[in-house]
């Protein structure tokens, strides 16, 4: 009996721990890499070819769905004004709408017509799923929609509205802030939100201009790295990028290279490869590579490379064997692959410009695009191999996600499970 009962408790951890790990629980994956190991998805589909279900969505946004403990995650706001944003919850096989949770704010505030309100991805432990709406607060909820705490952070002012998302790292919710007249990058307690840590980075200018009377402000979700057998938060800051301690904040190492003549921007992640970290500005910005590690300012010794004008990248790469494969939203570049420790565009190819990031699975890169045509293509350095081009007949600015076999899409009115 003792050893029954021990075998079903070793098999149910088995059960959990194989649905946990088919999951895609923060923006690009449980990693922040865009990769999801093991799993084999649809190459072809349309809008009546492979599609398990849609759902629609109020209006349409720049943030991306997350798949969780048989749940599926999303932000909206429920008016063009933007002053009620919700999360909503689907039942992952079916789709049918679980439950809703909307928050109010008192002002409508600025942002740009090709970035709704809900530009946020939430984020989920299995437990415990948090949504950051800007300046209507950060909040978590059970994965029931039991509110469990919410924090104001202050107003996060920008002509272009919001962007970042929140990660989890342990017992934290990890936030970068922003942009707006103060930004930071926080950690809060998962379990009630209290505040661990805030470390400001001081900005010239009002935020969304710099003392040179150019665009500033970062849109860019943090990634978590390993140096030396030690966790960093990557994050790129306006001007430059930054590793903090996820335990007390701690800015470890600055590398310079961000800023330009056109502004102070960021807009897509860090992509880690290995000990290398690779980053694009905004705003046709500067690209460059850098090998992690050291203390203090390391641009000097660290930075392998910077190249001074790109085109405009918006969604974030994948890296494969020693390359990564660029999503711009320029039409005449839309899809690029960029030698990781030289800077060498080994190719480029025109499309219709991706807003979202790259994904992996199945040893394939799916990259949508904005007009939520999802475009398959192999991880070939060589030549750019184009496998399918798979139409949803709406836009899209989203990243799509990967969980158990199957492909989660926003466009922009609704959410589409796409599985053979």
Not at 2 to 23: I, M
């Amino acid at each position: 009996m003792r050893f029954a009962v021990v075998l079903h408790g070793l098999l149910l951890a088995g059960v959990a721990a194989a649905v946990q790990a088919a999951d895609w629980p923060s923006f690009r994956g449980r990693d922040g890499n865009g990769i999801a190991d093991g799993q084999q998805v649809p190459v072809h589909w349309n809008r009546q070819r492979n599609v398990k279900w849609s759902a629609r969505l109020p209006r349409p946004g720049n943030g991306s769905p997350i798949v969780s403990a048989g749940r599926v995650f999303i932000t909206s706001a429920e008016d063009t004004e933007g002053r009620q944003r919700s999360l909503y919850c689907f039942d992952r096989r079916q789709g049918v709408q679980n439950w809703v949770r909307t928050v109010k704010i008192g002002t409508t505030l600025p942002t740009h017509q090709t970035n709704p309100y809900a530009g946020s991805t939430p984020v989920s432990d299995g437990q415990r799923v948090v949504a950051w709406h800007a300046s209507a607060g950060l909040h978590c909820y059970d994965i029931t929609g039991k509110p469990l705490w919410s924090r104001d952070l202050g107003e996060f002012r920008h002509m272009w509205g919001y962007g970042t998302s929140p990660i989890i790292y342990r017992d934290r919710v990890i936030l970068f802030s922003g942009p707006g007249k103060r930004i930071f990058t926080g950690a809060y307690r998962l379990a009630d939100g209290t505040t661990l840590w805030e470390t400001d980075e001081l900005q010239e200018g009002d935020g969304e201009h710099n003392t040179a009377g150019n665009y500033m402000g970062s849109w860019s979700t943090p990634v978590i790295a390993q140096v030396d057998s030690k966790s960093c938060v990557v994050v790129m800051l306006p001007t430059r990028v930054g590793a903090f301690s996820p335990d007390t904040g701690e800015l470890i190492w600055t590398c310079d290279g961000l800023r330009h003549e056109r502004g102070d921007l960021a807009y897509s992640s860090p992509v880690i490869a290995g000990d290398l970290c690779f980053v694009t500005g905004g705003f046709r910005g500067p690209a460059m590579a850098i090998r992690l590690g050291g203390t203090g300012n390391v641009t000097q010794h660290r930075r392998l490379w910077r190249t001074e004008k790109n085109p405009q990248s918006i969604g974030s790469g994948v890296y494969v064997s020693g390359v990564v494969y660029r999503p711009n939203a320029d039409q005449r570049m839309s899809l690029q692959c960029i030698e990781i420790m030289t800077g060498k565009i080994r190719w480029s190819v025109p499309g219709k410009g991706h807003w979202g990031s790259v994904v992996m699975a199945g040893g394939l890169l799916y990259a949508t695009d904005q007009q939520g045509r999802t475009v398959v293509f192999k991880p070939n350095p060589d030549k750019y191999e184009e496998v399918a081009v798979n139409p949803l007949e709406e836009p899209s600015n989203s990243t799509p996600a990967v969980s158990d076999g199957d492909l989660f899409i926003r466009t922009a009115g609704h959410i589409f499970c796409i599985g053979n």
